[in-house]
C-alpha cells in the first residue's frame, strides 16, 4: 500500500488492469469446419492410397525374384499364347520350368491350363500336353484344363478338377510377376500354393519392362480383389451403369 505525504493511504491498481486484453478467438462457422475435415480426410485417403499401393508393388517385386519350389501333390502350369498348336516363347519357358521340376521330384503330375482364343485351332492346354509328351513326360502324368481364358478361370476350374483326386497342395509355375495374384487366387478356392517362376522367359526379372508389368499386375490384383470382396455379385456396377 503507498502512503500520500497529505492523504490518505491508497491501494495500487491490481498488474492485470494494466495489460492489454487478449481479442476474443473466432469461432469457425460449420461449413468452414467441415470443409477442413473434408480436405484432411482427403489428404489422408490420397496418402493412405500412395502407400497401399508401393507396398503391393513390392510384395509383386520380391514374388517375381522368390524361388519357392517345395514339394507338392502337382505342378499348375499358367497357360499363355500358342500357336497352331504349339506354346510361344513364353508358355515354351514356363513349361521348360515345369519339366525340370518334375523330373527334380518335386510332384508326381503336372496340370497344364488354358482355353481357345478366338480364332485358335487349339487349346492352350492341348499345346502344352503335346509340348510336354514330346519332352517324354507320361501322358498319364498331365492333367488339363481346356476352358479357361484368363487366370481366375484357370484357379477355379483346376480347384474343380484336382479336389476329387485329393489334391490341393500345388506349385505354380508361371513368369515372376504374375505369379502374386495367381497365388492369391489359388488360396481364394481352397489351394495350397509355393510360387516358382520361370527363369528363362522372355519376360526378364529387372528388364526395361519390369514397371510396367509390375503395374498391369497390381491393376489385376486390385480387379480381382473388387469383383470377389467388394462387388462380387456386380451390383454397383450395374447401378453405376443404368
Same mark, same amino acid.
Given at each position: 500500500?503507498?502512503?500520500?505525504?497529505?492523504?490518505?493511504?491508497?491501494?495500487?491498481? $491490481?498488474? !492485470?488492469?494494466?495489460? $492489454?486484453?487478449?481479442?476474443?478467438? /473466432?469461432? /469457425?462457422?460449420? +461449413?468452414?469446419?467441415? +470443409?477442413?475435415?473434408?480436405?484432411?480426410?482427403? +489428404?489422408?485417403?490420397?496418402?493412405?492410397?500412395?502407400?497401399?499401393?508401393?507396398?503391393?508393388?513390392?510384395?509383386?517385386?520380391?514374388?517375381? /525374384?522368390?524361388?519357392?519350389?517345395?514339394? &507338392?501333390?502337382?505342378?499348375?502350369?499358367? =497357360?499363355?499364347?500358342?500357336?497352331?498348336?504349339?506354346?510361344?516363347?513364353?508358355?515354351?519357358? /514356363?513349361?521348360? %520350368?515345369?519339366?525340370?521340376?518334375?523330373?527334380?521330384?518335386?510332384?508326381?503330375?503336372?496340370?497344364?491350363?488354358?482355353?481357345?482364343?478366338? @480364332?485358335?485351332?487349339?487349346?492352350? &492346354? !492341348?499345346? &502344352?500336353?503335346?509340348?510336354?509328351?514330346?519332352?517324354?513326360?507320361?501322358?498319364?502324368?498331365?492333367?488339363?484344363?481346356?476352358?479357361?481364358?484368363?487366370?481366375?478361370?484357370?484357379?477355379?476350374?483346376?480347384?474343380?478338377?484336382?479336389?476329387?483326386?485329393?489334391?490341393?497342395?500345388?506349385?505354380?509355375?508361371?513368369?515372376?510377376? %504374375?505369379?502374386?495374384?495367381?497365388?492369391?487366387?489359388?488360396?481364394?478356392?481352397? #489351394?495350397?500354393?509355393? *510360387?516358382?517362376?520361370?527363369?528363362?522367359?522372355?519376360?526378364?526379372? @529387372?528388364? =526395361?519392362? !519390369?514397371?510396367?508389368?509390375?503395374?498391369?499386375?497390381?491393376? *489385376?490384383? #486390385?480387379? %480381382?480383389?473388387?469383383?470377389?470382396?467388394?462387388?462380387?455379385?456386380?451390383?454397383?456396377?450395374?447401378? !453405376?451403369?443404368?
Amino acid at each position: 500500500m503507498i502512503t500520500l505525504r497529505d492523504g490518505p493511504a491508497v491501494a495500487p491498481l $491490481p498488474a !492485470e488492469s494494466s495489460r $492489454p486484453k487478449a481479442p476474443l478467438r /473466432r469461432r /469457425r462457422s460449420f +461449413w468452414s469446419e467441415l +470443409w477442413r475435415w473434408l480436405v484432411t480426410a482427403f +489428404w489422408f485417403g490420397a496418402v493412405a492410397l500412395l502407400l497401399s499401393g508401393a507396398i503391393l508393388m513390392v510384395s509383386i517385386y520380391r514374388q517375381a /525374384r522368390n524361388e519357392g519350389a517345395r514339394p &507338392a501333390q502337382a505342378i499348375v502350369v499358367l =497357360g499363355t499364347a500358342q500357336y497352331n498348336g504349339w506354346p510361344g516363347p513364353v508358355f515354351q519357358s /514356363r513349361l521348360d %520350368h515345369a519339366l525340370q521340376l518334375y523330373w527334380d521330384g518335386y510332384a508326381p503330375s503336372i496340370v497344364v491350363t488354358g482355353g481357345k482364343q478366338p @480364332g485358335d485351332g487349339f487349346t492352350e &492346354a !492341348e499345346a &502344352a500336353q503335346a509340348y510336354l509328351v514330346n519332352a517324354g513326360v507320361p501322358a498319364s502324368s498331365i492333367i488339363m484344363e481346356t476352358e479357361a481364358t484368363n487366370t481366375w478361370e484357370s484357379m477355379r476350374n483346376v480347384a474343380a478338377i484336382l479336389e476329387p483326386q485329393g489334391i490341393s497342395d500345388v506349385i505354380l509355375v508361371s513368369d515372376g510377376f %504374375h505369379l502374386y495374384r495367381s497365388r492369391m487366387m489359388a488360396n481364394d478356392v481352397g #489351394l495350397t500354393s509355393a *510360387g516358382s517362376p520361370a527363369p528363362d522367359s522372355p519376360i526378364v526379372v @529387372g528388364g =526395361g519392362g !519390369e514397371f510396367a508389368y509390375t503395374l498391369r499386375e497390381a491393376g *489385376g490384383v #486390385l480387379a %480381382h480383389l473388387w469383383t470377389t470382396r467388394v462387388d462380387p455379385d456386380g451390383r454397383i456396377l450395374k447401378i !453405376e451403369s443404368s
